[in-house]
């Protein structure tokens, strides 16, 4: 089978187009046919070996010492089964699904194996498999922190970087919990975020947003790079400082693919894609995610 391997850490020329062996489920995998994954920041840091310095050693200690111990990367994906090991019993042959690999990774191939209780569940029934790859990565770990910062009805949240793959899942999930929402982006994406339900928006690039007086119960940096300084002026007392940098890696589980496929079917929640690329031109995808610019998901379409 056709996959894009990763030969060593570095720049997105150490991803290359091989040959390799089609995987064989194992008595409770599915084998599933992928029809589209995407490119996340959390694949381009694996690639480029992008960690913080208190997490290097053991990092490296867990992805490879030079090059990633599972050369196959890629975290989610939608596909159809097309092999089930013989003691499977959730899923059959011809199920449209989607998933999350996780730091199992493997989802740049056109096949990949997954264990029936993982993070699986079946494909939304009113968006296309391109679209159904694009949200498990910022759906389940914007899920995971604003869960974790106790989202309620009539909290004030903002998402900064609510233009990107977490900010555009996290901007309507936390509309869905009835937040009312600010969102923070640059001027190019004020109406995207606005379109998906944002209360507010602000261009960081034109405005402080700590500057007005407005407090809030939750702030989501989903991106990382939210100033220090700026949050502890705009959090509220005893409000809750959420980041993807350093807090945590979100759980994986079939019960949030479930939940928000459930909102998809509903038409409360919509995965934004910004690009698509064919899986020869990933090293293309790569570099342009790298550029911290994208709005939403990159998404990679299978021959």
């Known amino acids: 089978m056709k996959a894009i391997v990763c030969t060593k850490y570095g720049s997105?020329?150490?991803?290359?187009?091989?040959?390799?062996?089609?995987p064989a489920p194992k008595e409770h995998e599915l084998r599933i046919k992928v029809h589209a994954t995407s490119v996340t920041s959390g694949d381009c840091r694996v690639r480029s070996f992008n960690s913080p310095l208190l997490y290097w050693i053991p990092m490296r200690l867990f992805l490879g010492i030079?090059?990633?111990?599972?050369?196959?990367?890629?975290?989610?994906?939608?596909?159809?089964?097309?092999?089930?090991?013989?003691?499977?019993?959730?899923?059959?042959?011809g199920d449209p699904v989607y998933a999350s690999c996780g730091m199992r990774l493997g989802a740049y191939a056109e096949y990949v194996c997954l264990p029936e209780d993982?993070?699986?569940?079946?494909?939304?029934?009113?968006?296309?498999?391109?679209?159904?790859?694009?949200?498990?990565?910022?759906?389940?770990?914007?899920?995971?922190f604003l869960r974790k910062g106790k989202i309620r009805s009539g909290h004030n949240a903002?998402?900064?970087?609510?233009?990107?793959?977490?900010?555009?899942?996290?901007?309507?999930?936390?509309?869905?919990?009835?937040?009312?929402?600010?969102?923070?982006?640059?001027?190019?994406?004020?109406?995207?975020?606005?379109?998906?339900?944002?209360?507010?928006?602000?261009?960081y690039t034109k405005e402080d947003f700590a500057a007005g007086g407005e407090r809030y119960d939750?702030?989501?940096?989903?991106?990382?790079?939210?100033?220090?300084?700026?949050?502890?002026?705009?959090?509220?007392?005893?409000?809750?400082?959420l980041t993807v940098e350093g807090q945590g890696i979100a759980k994986?589980?079939?019960?949030?693919?479930?939940?928000?496929?459930e909102l998809i079917e509903a038409g409360k929640y919509k995965p934004v894609i910004d690009r698509r690329y064919p899986l020869e031109r990933i090293p293309e995808a790569h570099r342009y995610v790298d550029q911290g610019h994208k709005k939403?998901?990159?998404?990679?379409v299978m021959p």
């Open 12 to 22: 997105p020329d150490v991803l290359r187009l091989a040959e390799v062996e089609k």
């Open 66 to 93: 030079t090059k990633p111990r599972q050369p196959i990367l890629g975290a989610e994906l939608a596909g159809e089964v097309e092999a089930v090991g013989r003691k499977v019993e959730r899923f059959k042959v």
């Open 118 to 144: 993982g993070a699986v569940a079946s494909k939304p029934a009113n968006v296309s498999f391109e679209e159904a790859a694009a949200v498990p990565f910022g759906g389940m770990t914007a899920l995971h």
């Open 158 to 203: 903002l998402i900064y970087g609510a233009s990107g793959a977490v900010g555009t899942a996290a901007v309507q999930l936390a509309k869905h919990y009835g937040a009312v929402v600010t969102g923070v982006c640059g001027p190019s994406n004020l109406e995207l975020v606005r379109s998906l339900g944002a209360d507010k928006v602000v261009d």
């Open 218 to 241: 939750i702030v989501f940096d989903a991106v990382g790079k939210c100033p220090k300084p700026l949050v502890r002026q705009a959090l509220a007392p005893g409000g809750a400082y």
């Open 252 to 261: 994986e589980r079939a019960e949030d693919l479930v939940f928000l496929k």
């Open 296 to 300: 939403g998901n990159v998404v990679i």
